[in-house]
């Protein structure tokens, strides 16, 4: 598959155009629809992204926002994805947004994926916008190496949902959208900083090997046209 990759000079650059071209797509979304839906991912890059598109005049309360993965981890810890959004997006005008967490306080992260997959499943088909980030082993959502579920995720005949992933190096045990529900999205954006993850991406897009480096499916069999945006 096709993709696009849109340099800039600066993390700050880069925020600011990214939060503008999503809006762009959830304004669309819900002027003709009257609803949309974002995905987004955690870590710390996509911080400076989240405050920007807050400050974006939306149809927030129509535009429904919620995890590419997360952690199986309640809101309230420093690891939690949920966190970091309502945190860094989920202030100023998009407050309002309508916000779905993928974490449920449920006996065991398979229960938590079912009762995800349930709340999600009406605004997954497809999402309009998806932004996803790399780790410089190549991982992208939960999507592992050496993932224990990795397989089932990142195979498109798949329904769309919400499932487990336990690997090496996700530390604890992950909630993750499956490629099913991603691949297709509006807008499909690959978010990723630094010389180390630029060099990771050039490694990934010379090779096949899925399993070595899952970012791969992402760039090789996604429906949607991959965006990428890159800043030093």
Same mark, same amino acid.
């Given at each position: ?6 340099? %800039? ?5 880069? /925020?600011?155009?990214?939060? &503008?071209?999503?809006?762009?797509? @959830?304004? &669309? ?12 991912? !955690? ?50 005008? /998009?407050?309002? *947004?309508? %916000? ?6 449920? *006996?065991?992260?398979?229960? /938590? ?8 499943? *009406? ?8 932004? @996803? !980030?790399?780790?410089?082993? !190549?991982?992208?959502?939960? %999507? ?21 992933? *336990? ?20 807008? @499909? ?14 490694? &990934? ?11 791969? /499916? ?12 890159? &800043?030093?």
């Amino acid at each position: 598959m096709s993709e696009t990759i849109h340099a %800039f000079d600066s993390a700050s650059d880069l /925020a600011n155009t990214l939060a &503008a071209d999503v809006a762009h797509r @959830l304004d &669309a979304a819900t002027k003709e629809r009257g609803a949309a839906s974002i995905a987004v991912s !955690g870590g710390s890059t996509p911080k400076l992204f989240f405050q920007a598109l807050s400050q974006h005049d939306l149809d927030w309360p129509n535009i429904s926002v919620t995890l590419v993965d997360e952690r199986f981890v309640p809101p309230e810890s420093d690891r939690s994805n949920h966190r970091l959004v309502a945190e860094n997006l989920l202030q100023n005008k /998009a407050k309002a *947004a309508y %916000f779905v967490p993928l974490f449920q306080p449920a *006996a065991s992260p398979e229960d /938590a994926a079912t009762l995800a997959t349930v709340k999600t499943e *009406a605004i997954c088909d497809p999402f309009d916008v998806v932004i @996803l !980030g790399m780790g410089t082993d !190549g991982h992208t959502a939960s %999507f592992f190496p050496g993932g224990d579920n990795l397989y089932e995720a990142l195979d498109l005949d798949e329904p769309r949902g919400v499932l487990t992933m *336990a690997a090496e190096n996700a530390g604890e045990e992950r909630l993750t959208f499956n490629f099913s529900s991603l691949h297709d999205a509006g807008f @499909l954006v690959l978010h990723i900083e630094g010389a180390a993850k630029k060099a990771t991406l050039e490694k &990934a897009q010379s090779g096949e090997d899925e399993e070595e480096m899952p970012v791969r /499916a992402v760039l090789n069999r996604a429906e949607t046209p991959v965006d990428i945006y890159w &800043a030093p």
